[in-house]
């Protein structure tokens, strides 16, 4: 599988406009977009590593993941950014409707590859990676993610970057959270090993997972 200079330059392009648009939140967001992809490509590649992927597999797998949220561009910008507290300043978690509509964005960067790619987004590898990848990376195992998918249904890449990306959503600070809940070694042990994600993989990330970047916890 090999990185063209036009895959290249369309995820640096997505990436500019992912910032782009980050930049249209308010400057308090607890999640930045751009940030949250650097840090979960980073992860993904350290994972790859240790899982005995070529070099070569490392680069891709960390360029495809930098652009894995694009479709997040194509939901009104508001809906980023819900207020976490109610009017007596009591921590409040966006409803499941809101967390529904916001993984949209799953299918929504699947459009944006298919109409930069209309010839070749299902028959170029590494484009169907980038493909799968965006589908699926709310996927859980056990089928109780975005789309029910199933073990059986999901690529080896596809778990390793829901594993990553869950990890570093959830560090992410929110005011229903408390500090020790946002520790690496509590969200594997409490919320990672219940059957969700795929627990060899895990078996090796919790070996990368340390030594990764982690989201500040000063807004
Ligand atoms: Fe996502
Ligand atoms: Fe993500």
Redesign the pocket.
Known sequence: MVLKPEHQSFIDDQFAQLSAFDDLRPSDRLNKFPEHSLRVAQSMRSLAQKMGYDDNMCDVLYAVTMI??I??MDLPVEIWDFNERDENGAPLKPPESLKEH??Q??KL?VERVKAAFPESWDKDPVLRLMCDL?LN??EMIDGSGHFGKTDAELTREVQMLCIC?AMD?WQIPHPHKTPEELAPSYILNNKMMDGRFNKTILQQFKDVILHQPKPSLSK
């Open positions: 894995h949220d479709g997040k916001r993984r964005h799953t960067g965006m990376h709310h990306d959503g």
